[in-house]
Structures are given as structure tokens and as C-alpha cells.
């Protein structure tokens, strides 16, 4: 459609051209000039049809008539404009769907217990739980596996059952394993994941991370155990040799004293004078029964040895009311078993030891025991006569 303004200036411009035209047609008689208003009515009507029939027919081309063209002269017939229309279709666009949820999909809920870096000492038992939650498809049940993936053990099982019910999707859950601290001091990881009853392993999100245990084993240095500290601790006994270690001994000694008890007995003493002439802070007492070849032994509570471990201490006697020495005469003994198993029993160190001045240093290395769990065993043995053996113990305990 043409708008007025435009329908009035090609109304204009064919007047124009036709009335050139008929002043300078080679050849031709002088033509009346025509009447302008003539000229205008008819080009007005051609127009006006034009436009009607563009109107009745959109598809039709849309073209204003033109003065024939003569031979020689150019032709200056104005072209339509060209409308493109895009190209009908009733392909419909693709749907987007959501992806499908995997069936074994984990997530990381909370740590329950021993967050990470939790300082735990070298070869203590711990119990590590995490919350997780299954956030996939399907239910998983009791042929479901918590796997150790990578990193420290610290005495995981390789695997082990994840649950004895049912875990639907949606639902946290707790997850336990009983681990324990290494021996030597450092930082340790552990990873885990789980196992579907096909055998894949499969761990969070979707790149299957592990979960883990992070814990600290600090480097302790110092007393580990005190002897005269777990006295109190231990159980005692006595009678005449060969020992009992299964008692322990023949005969039962309540820790603590008297120092009159002819069954012999333990207790701690502070203050006294030493046979080296030096008084005493706590000492352990131990006086074997007071028969010839009496003996006093205690068993200790159990203790796991560390890296570094070892037993350091000094033996000897109490001295006489006067400061002399007495006519003491014993042999010290450190055994040791494996947890309760008598079969495993094994001396460490054995020092014969008369009252003579002199305090003994003695040292024994624990290296062939660590990571065991064992107990020490105290014992006192009268070489003949147990008379005035006042046997003692003085700053004795297991070293890191």
C-alpha cells in the first residue's frame, strides 16, 4: 500500500515524464499540450485501480504503469518492492526431558565422629561414623558392601556389610567401622566407598569420590606408663618359687601393705633412704615373701607398645633404720605376655642385685614389641633368706 504522500509524488512524477516525452519525440507533429487536469483525473484513476487490485490480491506483483518506451530511449519503470517470506513448517521443537537419576548415587551428609585432623594416640581404638544419604533411583539393602578404597587402613576391614534392613532413596544413614590409631606418629587418610550387589564400586557424586577418616597420631615423647602409677592397678601375689604367673602367685597380696605382712608386699613409700645414701621421692616396694626362695610378683594392665618404646628405671634397696646397707639380696625380673596368653610369656631382663652402695640403672628396648598389646609382670625373688629384702623400684615406666 501506498501511503498519500508517496501516491501524490509518482501522480507528479508520471505527469512530468509524459509531457516530456511528447515535446521531444523526433518526427512527430506538435501535439496540443493536454490539459494538466485531465492528465492528473486519469492518472489518478489508473492508480486508484492499481491499488484496488493489489488489495483484492496480496500475492499479485505490484507495478505502476509506464509510457511505452520508444526505440532509443531508456525505460524508467520503477520495480516492486520484493517481500521474502520465510518458509512455512509445522516441525515441532524438540522437548528437553530431565536426566535420569542413577540408580547408586551417594551424598555426604556429616561427619558423626572424629572430624578430620581429630588427634588420636598412636595404636588406640576408635570408631569412625559417617552420615550419608542415598540419593539415587533404587533401595539398597543388606547386599550392599562399605568397601576401604585407598590410603591408611588403620586395621579397616577390606569390606563389610552396609546394612541389615533397607536404605530407600531420600534416606540418611549412618555408616561405622572400627578402626585403629597407627603406631608412629604422622597424619593418616583412609577412603571408602560402597559396593552394589553386581560388584561396582561406586563412591559421591558423579565423579565417585571417596569418603574418609583423617586423623592425627601426635608425636608424644615422655612417660607412656608408670609402673608405680598402675601399681595400684595390678594383681598381685606371692609364694615360694617357682612363680605362678597365672595367679599371679601362690598366694593373693593386697596392694598397699603392710609393710608387716609376711606374705610379702607392694605399696608406695616416699622419703626414705636409699641404700645409696640419698632420700627417696615415690618408690615402689615390692619384699618378696618372707620364706627362702620367696617371691612377690604383679600383673600390670594391658598396654600396647608404640614406636620408640622402652623400659627405663633404677633398682635397689631401702637402707637399714641407721642408713647402712642391709643384707638384701634379690633378682629383679620383667616378663611379659601377649594379652592374656600365658603360652606367649617371655622375660625382657633379669639383674641380680645385692645391697651395696649403689643404686642399678636398668634399660630394656620394647622395638620387638610394637604394636603388640601386652602385660608386664614385676617380680622379686629372695636369693635364700628373704630377710631384709626391701626391694624397690624407682622411677620406672615405659619411655617414648
Known sequence: MFSPRNRKLLIVFLLLLMVSLACNMPGREATPTPDPGALYTVAAQTLE????????????????????????????????????????????????????????????????????????????????????????????????????????????????????????PGQEFDVKVALTAPDDPGEYRGNFKLRNPGGTIFGLGNQSKPFWVEIVVPGRSGVMLDFLVDAKNADWGSGVEPVDFAGPGHNDVTYGGPDTDTNGFAMIKDGVKLESGKVSGKILETHPKWENNGYIVGKFPAYKVGAGDYIKG????????????????????????????????????????????????????????????????????ANGAADQDWAVWSSLGVMR
Open 49 to 168: 485501480a492499481q491499488m484496488t487490485q493489489s488489495a483484492a490480491n496480496p500475492q499479485a506483483t505490484q507495478s505502476v504503469p509506464s509510457p511505452t518506451a520508444q526505440p532509443g530511449m531508456p525505460t524508467n519503470t520503477p520495480q516492486p518492492p520484493t517481500q521474502t517470506q520465510p518458509p512455512a513448517t509445522n516441525t515441532p521443537k524438540p522437548t528437553l526431558t530431565p536426566s535420569q537419576v542413577p540408580c547408586d548415587y551417594l551424598e555426604f551428609v556429616d561427619d558423626v565422629t572424629i572430624e578430620d585432623g581429630t588427634e588420636i594416640d598412636s595404636g588406640e581404638p576408635f570408631e569412625k561414623i559417617w552420615r550419608l544419604k542415598n540419593a539415587g533411583s533404587c533401595t539398597w539393602n543388606s547386599d550392599y558392601d562399605l568397601v576401604f578404597d585407598s590410603g591408611d587402613k588403620m586395621n579397616a576391614p577390606d569390606s563389610q556389610q552396609l546394612t541389615t534392613g533397607t536404605v530407600a
Open 314 to 381: 633404677q633398682i635397689g634397696f631401702i637402707a637399714k633404720a641407721d642408713g647402712s646397707c642391709g643384707v638384701g639380696s634379690v633378682t629383679f625380673e620383667i616378663h611379659y605376655t601377649k594379652g592374656d596368653d600365658l603360652g606367649t610369656r617371655t622375660r625382657l631382663g633379669k639383674w641380680t642385685k645385692a645391697c651395696n652402695g649403689q643404686m642399678q640403672s636398668i634399660n630394656v628396648d620394647l622395638a620387638d614389641l610394637k604394636g603388640e598389646t601386652v602385660r608386664f609382670y614385676l617380680v622379686v625373688l
